[in-house]
Protein backbone atom coordinates (compact mmCIF):
# COMPACT_ATOMS: atom_id res chain seq x y z
CA UNK A 1 0.00 0.00 0.00
CA UNK A 2 0.93 3.42 -0.98
CA UNK A 3 -0.30 7.12 0.02
CA UNK A 4 -1.45 9.41 -2.91
CA UNK A 5 -0.28 12.60 -1.46
CA UNK A 6 0.17 13.99 -5.02
CA UNK A 7 -2.73 13.54 -6.06
CA UNK A 8 -5.20 14.89 -3.13
CA UNK A 9 -3.23 18.03 -2.94
CA UNK A 10 -3.44 17.74 -6.70
CA UNK A 11 -7.55 18.18 -6.13
CA UNK A 12 -6.92 21.53 -4.78
CA UNK A 13 -4.90 22.80 -6.89
CA UNK A 14 -6.42 22.74 -10.21
CA UNK A 15 -9.54 25.06 -10.62
CA UNK A 16 -12.90 23.23 -11.05
CA UNK A 17 -10.90 20.54 -11.99
CA UNK A 18 -10.57 21.43 -15.26
CA UNK A 19 -7.15 21.04 -16.71
CA UNK A 20 -5.07 19.81 -19.76
CA UNK A 21 -3.35 16.47 -19.06
CA UNK A 22 -0.03 17.65 -18.87
CA UNK A 23 -0.94 19.78 -16.04
CA UNK A 24 -3.05 17.28 -14.35
CA UNK A 25 0.22 15.37 -14.98
CA UNK A 26 2.24 17.76 -13.49
CA UNK A 27 0.31 18.20 -10.17
CA UNK A 28 -0.21 14.74 -9.53
CA UNK A 29 3.57 13.52 -10.29
CA UNK A 30 3.87 9.83 -9.52
CA UNK A 31 0.04 9.25 -8.98
CA UNK A 32 -0.89 10.29 -12.37
CA UNK A 33 -1.57 6.72 -13.27
CA UNK A 34 -4.33 6.92 -10.69
CA UNK A 35 -6.25 9.78 -11.56
CA UNK A 36 -6.18 9.50 -15.09
CA UNK A 37 -8.68 6.85 -15.68
CA UNK A 38 -11.26 9.36 -14.08
CA UNK A 39 -9.90 11.94 -16.64
CA UNK A 40 -12.37 12.63 -19.71
CA UNK A 41 -11.79 14.88 -22.29
CA UNK A 42 -13.93 18.35 -23.20
CA UNK A 43 -14.34 19.82 -26.34
CA UNK A 44 -12.68 23.17 -24.97
CA UNK A 45 -8.93 23.73 -25.43
CA UNK A 46 -6.48 24.79 -22.62
CA UNK A 47 -4.08 28.52 -23.19
CA UNK A 48 -1.18 27.60 -21.49
CA UNK A 49 1.06 24.32 -20.92
CA UNK A 50 3.19 23.66 -17.45
CA UNK A 51 6.91 25.17 -17.07
CA UNK A 52 9.35 22.90 -15.38
CA UNK A 53 9.76 24.47 -12.47
CA UNK A 54 6.44 26.32 -12.02
CA UNK A 55 7.08 29.87 -10.04
CA UNK A 56 8.48 32.28 -12.15
CA UNK A 57 5.80 35.61 -13.32
CA UNK A 58 5.95 34.18 -16.73
CA UNK A 59 4.45 31.03 -15.68
CA UNK A 60 3.16 28.77 -17.34
CA UNK A 61 4.11 28.73 -21.05
CA UNK A 62 1.87 30.14 -23.72
CA UNK A 63 -0.07 27.87 -26.03
CA UNK A 64 0.34 29.29 -29.43
CA UNK A 65 -2.27 27.53 -32.47
CA UNK A 66 -0.32 28.88 -35.53
CA UNK A 67 -3.30 28.22 -37.48
CA UNK A 68 -1.69 25.23 -39.93
CA UNK A 69 -1.73 22.58 -37.55
CA UNK A 70 1.42 23.63 -35.86
CA UNK A 71 0.36 24.18 -32.45
CA UNK A 72 3.38 24.76 -29.53
CA UNK A 73 3.97 25.53 -25.88
CA UNK A 74 5.83 28.84 -25.76
CA UNK A 75 7.84 30.74 -23.05
CA UNK A 76 6.80 33.87 -21.98
CA UNK A 77 9.97 34.91 -20.15
CA UNK A 78 12.05 37.44 -21.88
CA UNK A 79 15.15 35.00 -21.11
CA UNK A 80 13.41 31.76 -22.95
CA UNK A 81 13.81 29.86 -19.45
CA UNK A 82 11.66 26.56 -20.92
CA UNK A 83 12.43 25.33 -24.40
CA UNK A 84 9.43 25.74 -26.87
CA UNK A 85 7.44 21.86 -26.59
CA UNK A 86 4.90 21.08 -30.14
CA UNK A 87 1.51 20.10 -28.91
CA UNK A 88 -0.94 18.36 -31.00
CA UNK A 89 -4.50 19.54 -30.51
CA UNK A 90 -5.37 16.70 -28.77
CA UNK A 91 -2.22 17.80 -26.01
CA UNK A 92 -4.81 21.05 -25.72
CA UNK A 93 -8.09 19.76 -24.94
CA UNK A 94 -9.25 20.59 -21.09
CA UNK A 95 -10.18 17.33 -19.46
CA UNK A 96 -12.35 17.12 -16.68
CA UNK A 97 -12.26 15.08 -13.48
CA UNK A 98 -15.35 12.07 -13.75
CA UNK A 99 -16.66 12.66 -10.16
CA UNK A 100 -19.56 10.00 -10.88
CA UNK A 101 -16.63 7.30 -11.58
CA UNK A 102 -14.18 8.74 -8.86
CA UNK A 103 -16.67 9.43 -5.77
CA UNK A 104 -18.16 5.42 -6.47
CA UNK A 105 -14.94 4.21 -5.97
CA UNK A 106 -13.90 6.09 -2.93
CA UNK A 107 -17.19 5.07 -1.68
CA UNK A 108 -16.37 1.26 -1.70
CA UNK A 109 -13.03 2.56 0.37
CA UNK A 110 -14.87 4.77 2.92
CA UNK A 111 -18.01 2.62 3.42
CA UNK A 112 -20.29 5.10 1.82
CA UNK A 113 -23.90 4.16 0.12
CA UNK A 114 -23.20 5.76 -3.14
CA UNK A 115 -25.62 8.02 -5.09
CA UNK A 116 -25.16 9.78 -8.21
CA UNK A 117 -23.27 12.71 -7.22
CA UNK A 118 -25.61 16.24 -7.39
CA UNK A 119 -23.90 19.52 -7.28
CA UNK A 120 -24.21 21.13 -4.14
CA UNK A 121 -22.30 24.20 -4.83
CA UNK A 122 -18.88 24.95 -6.64
CA UNK A 123 -16.69 21.41 -6.74
CA UNK A 124 -19.24 20.24 -4.21
CA UNK A 125 -21.67 17.38 -4.46
CA UNK A 126 -23.70 14.69 -2.47
CA UNK A 127 -22.55 11.55 -2.97
CA UNK A 128 -24.41 9.24 -0.87
CA UNK A 129 -25.15 8.15 2.92
CA UNK A 130 -22.25 7.03 5.29
CA UNK A 131 -22.90 3.34 6.36
CA UNK A 132 -20.18 3.11 9.60
CA UNK A 133 -21.28 2.89 13.13
CA UNK A 134 -20.50 6.61 13.92
CA UNK A 135 -22.41 8.46 11.62
CA UNK A 136 -24.57 5.93 9.68
CA UNK A 137 -26.83 7.02 7.55
CA UNK A 138 -25.59 10.69 7.85
CA UNK A 139 -25.44 12.46 4.29
CA UNK A 140 -22.14 12.35 2.64
CA UNK A 141 -20.29 15.43 0.72
CA UNK A 142 -17.57 15.71 -1.26
CA UNK A 143 -15.66 19.49 -1.94
CA UNK A 144 -12.64 19.57 -3.98
CA UNK A 145 -12.23 23.55 -4.01
CA UNK A 146 -9.13 25.87 -4.92
CA UNK A 147 -9.21 28.71 -3.04
CA UNK A 148 -10.07 29.10 0.78
CA UNK A 149 -12.39 31.57 0.73
CA UNK A 150 -14.78 29.06 -2.25
CA UNK A 151 -14.66 26.38 0.51
CA UNK A 152 -15.24 28.82 3.74
CA UNK A 153 -18.26 29.65 1.19
CA UNK A 154 -19.06 26.33 0.22
CA UNK A 155 -19.05 24.86 3.94
CA UNK A 156 -21.22 27.54 5.16
CA UNK A 157 -23.64 27.13 2.75
CA UNK A 158 -23.69 23.28 3.68
CA UNK A 159 -24.33 24.35 7.23
CA UNK A 160 -27.65 26.13 6.02
CA UNK A 161 -28.76 23.73 3.92
CA UNK A 162 -28.12 20.72 6.00
CA UNK A 163 -30.15 20.80 8.93
CA UNK A 164 -28.42 18.08 11.10
CA UNK A 165 -24.87 16.64 11.04
CA UNK A 166 -22.99 14.97 7.71
CA UNK A 167 -19.94 13.75 6.41
CA UNK A 168 -17.67 16.22 4.38
CA UNK A 169 -15.10 14.22 1.97
CA UNK A 170 -11.77 16.98 1.47
CA UNK A 171 -8.73 16.23 -0.17
CA UNK A 172 -6.60 17.62 2.30
CA UNK A 173 -7.01 19.09 5.68
CA UNK A 174 -5.71 22.54 4.25
CA UNK A 175 -8.65 24.19 4.40
CA UNK A 176 -9.48 23.64 8.06
CA UNK A 177 -8.78 26.26 10.85
CA UNK A 178 -9.99 27.27 14.04
CA UNK A 179 -13.34 28.75 12.91
CA UNK A 180 -13.99 25.97 10.85
CA UNK A 181 -13.04 23.46 13.58
CA UNK A 182 -15.98 25.25 16.11
CA UNK A 183 -18.36 24.92 13.51
CA UNK A 184 -17.66 20.96 13.37
CA UNK A 185 -17.55 20.04 16.30
CA UNK A 186 -20.79 22.29 17.46
CA UNK A 187 -22.97 20.40 14.50
CA UNK A 188 -20.96 16.71 15.03
CA UNK A 189 -20.04 16.81 11.39
CA UNK A 190 -17.34 14.57 10.30
CA UNK A 191 -14.43 15.84 8.36
CA UNK A 192 -12.59 13.41 6.68
CA UNK A 193 -9.22 13.64 4.55
CA UNK A 194 -8.77 11.53 1.57
CA UNK A 195 -5.47 12.24 1.94
CA UNK A 196 -5.10 11.14 5.59
CA UNK A 197 -7.68 8.09 5.19
CA UNK A 198 -7.38 6.69 1.77
CA UNK A 199 -4.27 4.60 0.54
CA UNK A 200 -3.60 2.80 -2.94
CA UNK A 201 -3.14 -1.21 -2.47
CA UNK A 202 -1.34 -3.40 -4.49
CA UNK A 203 -4.12 -3.90 -6.66
CA UNK A 204 -4.92 -0.40 -7.25
CA UNK A 205 -7.64 -0.14 -5.45
CA UNK A 206 -8.56 2.46 -3.12
CA UNK A 207 -9.11 1.29 0.05
CA UNK A 208 -9.49 3.12 3.96
CA UNK A 209 -6.44 3.30 6.54
CA UNK A 210 -8.82 2.10 9.23
CA UNK A 211 -10.81 -1.43 7.54
CA UNK A 212 -11.68 -2.64 10.81
CA UNK A 213 -14.29 0.44 10.94
CA UNK A 214 -15.59 -1.04 7.92
CA UNK A 215 -16.35 -4.52 9.22
CA UNK A 216 -19.33 -3.37 11.28
CA UNK A 217 -21.50 -4.74 8.16
CA UNK A 218 -24.25 -7.08 9.52
CA UNK A 219 -23.95 -10.58 8.92
CA UNK A 220 -26.16 -12.97 7.08
CA UNK A 221 -29.24 -14.28 8.85
CA UNK A 222 -29.12 -18.03 8.71
CA UNK A 223 -32.17 -18.86 6.23
CA UNK A 224 -34.11 -20.97 9.58
CA UNK A 225 -34.30 -18.23 10.96
CA UNK A 226 -35.68 -15.46 8.62
CA UNK A 227 -39.34 -15.78 9.25
CA UNK A 228 -38.98 -15.75 12.76
CA UNK A 229 -36.83 -12.55 12.53
CA UNK A 230 -39.46 -10.71 10.79
CA UNK A 231 -42.46 -11.78 12.79
CA UNK A 232 -40.21 -10.47 15.31
CA UNK A 233 -39.27 -7.36 14.06
CA UNK A 234 -43.03 -6.41 13.26
CA UNK A 235 -44.29 -7.49 16.00
CA UNK A 236 -41.96 -5.06 17.80
CA UNK A 237 -42.87 -1.71 15.72
CA UNK A 238 -46.33 -3.26 15.08
CA UNK A 239 -45.93 -2.79 11.55
CA UNK A 240 -46.91 -4.41 8.40
CA UNK A 241 -44.52 -6.95 5.47
CA UNK A 242 -44.86 -3.90 3.55
CA UNK A 243 -43.83 -1.59 5.84
CA UNK A 244 -40.84 -4.01 6.52
CA UNK A 245 -40.67 -3.88 2.66
CA UNK A 246 -40.97 -0.21 2.28
CA UNK A 247 -37.83 0.77 5.00
CA UNK A 248 -35.56 -1.62 3.48
CA UNK A 249 -36.42 0.12 0.07
CA UNK A 250 -37.14 -3.12 -1.41
CA UNK A 251 -40.49 -4.29 -3.20
CA UNK A 252 -42.41 -6.79 -1.04
CA UNK A 253 -41.78 -9.54 -3.29
CA UNK A 254 -38.22 -9.25 -2.57
CA UNK A 255 -38.43 -9.36 1.32
CA UNK A 256 -41.02 -12.74 0.99
CA UNK A 257 -37.96 -13.92 -1.79
CA UNK A 258 -35.17 -12.95 0.97
CA UNK A 259 -37.30 -14.96 3.72
CA UNK A 260 -37.13 -18.40 1.15
CA UNK A 261 -33.41 -17.61 0.24
CA UNK A 262 -33.80 -16.95 -3.53
CA UNK A 263 -32.46 -14.10 -3.83
CA UNK A 264 -28.56 -13.91 -3.05
CA UNK A 265 -26.85 -12.91 0.08
CA UNK A 266 -24.58 -10.90 -1.16
CA UNK A 267 -27.07 -8.58 -3.24
CA UNK A 268 -28.49 -5.27 -2.65
CA UNK A 269 -31.63 -5.93 -1.77
CA UNK A 270 -30.62 -8.38 0.55
CA UNK A 271 -27.97 -6.47 2.14
CA UNK A 272 -30.97 -3.47 2.55
CA UNK A 273 -32.88 -5.95 4.45
CA UNK A 274 -30.10 -7.15 6.94
CA UNK A 275 -29.41 -3.74 7.51
CA UNK A 276 -32.94 -2.40 8.57
CA UNK A 277 -33.15 -5.50 10.91
CA UNK A 278 -30.13 -4.66 12.31
CA UNK A 279 -30.50 -1.00 13.08
CA UNK A 280 -34.13 -0.80 13.84
CA UNK A 281 -36.48 2.00 13.43
CA UNK A 282 -36.50 5.29 15.14
CA UNK A 283 -40.48 5.02 15.76
CA UNK A 284 -40.40 3.83 19.36
CA UNK A 285 -41.06 -0.07 19.43
CA UNK A 286 -44.38 -0.65 21.30
CA UNK A 287 -44.68 -1.42 25.25
Known sequence: MRKLNRLWQALEQIPALLAISAFWEHHCGPDYP?????????????????????????????????GDGEIVALCRDPWINCGEVPLTRVDTLIHELDITAFTKDIAVALGIRWHAPNRRGHCIWSVGLSTRRANRHQPVFFAAVSFSEQFHSGFRDLLVEVEGPFVLLVPTHQY???????????????????????LLDDHGKFVSVDPLENTDRVPCTPLNERQRLIETFRAKYDITAQKVA??????????????????????????RIEALLCRGLTKRPRP
Open 176 to 198: RNVSTQELILRRGITFVSLEEQV
Open 246 to 271: DEAEVDIRDLYKWIAGQIKDSSKKSK
Open 34 to 66: VIRPYLRATDSCGSTYPCPAMGGGNCPRRIVDY
